[in-house]
């Protein structure tokens, strides 16, 4: 939800999109998400996501 509202949520899936069939499966399947996960850094490197900016997605999700 909060990757929509950040206007996020098609570039996570094309990226997604991207990566070997395990990491699809395992996004998919996830119920919450690691603020420190490799993966989740990985991933915003990959974006261009700046740390504060994804610190402040994991603050605004805990809102919802």
């Not at 490799?38 to 999700?61: H, M, N, R, W, Y």
């Amino acid at each position: 939800t909060q990757l929509h509202r950040a206007g996020l949520l098609e570039l996570v899936e094309n990226y997604m999109a991207l990566t070997p069939v395990e990491a699809q499966i395992a996004w998919e399947k996830a119920v919450s998400f690691e603020r420190n996960s490799p993966f989740l850094i990985q991933l915003s490197k990959e974006l261009g996501l700046t740390e504060e900016f994804v610190d402040q997605l994991f603050v605004d999700a805990a809102k919802i």
